[in-house]
């Protein structure tokens, strides 16, 4: 069926990187953009950037750029998204998302707990 | 950035009730605005895209109506399911950016 299936949760050192996956299935990869969106406990949803999956334009937020690398590797229909320098307040939930042309987000991926600590 | 403020942050209601959320965009987005349902430890869910349209699937119960800068999310008879948080999110732009959110809680 149509799914984002993502990585499992990770812990990591202040100061880590760390790299979420995110493997799709049940549609054509490259006829959608991924975004990704975390979530710190207890907060909002925080948008971090897109990657088309057609063409592999990006873009980033003012305030990960330089820390945040979003790949896809359309042979597998997998999104990938880095995030370096990891610090505490990173901790959060990382989700991928597929987005539809009106720049809506149509299916998740069920999401992966980061947790940052020193 | 487009900032988009979601009054009130959280409202108690009873099974059968009418909820209506306000999402409030700093800047003219005309209809590219998104609501969302998340429950907890649960993925958001699209409920409506361009203002106004429901998503397949989604019960009619939830409607979305606004244009420009002011936006709502109605949910009509409100049942046990439907308890949960709720975002805004415009489309308009990048960045993409969401609402803090509205938590509907059982009174």
């Known amino acids: 069926q149509v799914q984002l299936v993502q990585s499992g949760g990770e812990v990591k050192k202040n100061g880590a990187s760390v790299k979420v996956s995110c493997k799709a299935s049940?549609?054509?990869?490259?006829?959608?953009?991924l975004s990704w969106v975390r979530q710190a406990p207890g907060q909002g949803l925080e948008w971090m950037g897109w990657i088309s999956a057609n063409n592999g334009n990006k873009y980033y937020t003012a305030k990960f750029q330089g820390r945040v690398i979003m790949t896809t590797d359309t042979s597998t229909s997998t999104a990938y998204m880095e995030l370096r320098s990891l610090r505490s307040d990173d901790t959060a939930i990382y989700y991928c998302?597929?987005?539809?042309?009106?720049?809506?987000?149509?299916?998740w991926g069920q999401g992966a707990l980061v947790t940052v600590s020193s | 950035d487009i900032q988009l403020t979601q009054s009130p942050a959280s409202v108690s209601s009873s099974v059968g009730d009418r909820v209506t959320i306000s999402c409030r965009a700093s800047?003219?987005?005309?209809?590219?605005l998104a609501w969302y349902q998340q429950r907890p430890g649960r993925a958001p869910k699209l409920l409506i895209y361009t203002a106004s349209t429901l998503q397949s699937g989604v019960p009619s119960r939830f409607s979305g109506g606004g244009s420009g800068t002011h936006f709502t999310l109605t949910i009509s008879n409100l049942q046990p399911e439907d308890f949960a948080t709720y975002y805004c999110?415009?489309?308009?732009?990048?960045?993409?950016?969401f609402g803090g959110g509205t938590k509907v809680e059982i009174k």
């Open positions: 049940g549609y054509t990869f490259s006829n959608y953009g």
């Open positions: 999110q415009q489309c308009k732009t990048f960045p993409l950016t």
């Open positions: 998302a597929r987005e539809r042309k009106e720049a809506d987000f149509d299916l």
């Open positions: 800047q003219d987005v005309a209809n590219w």
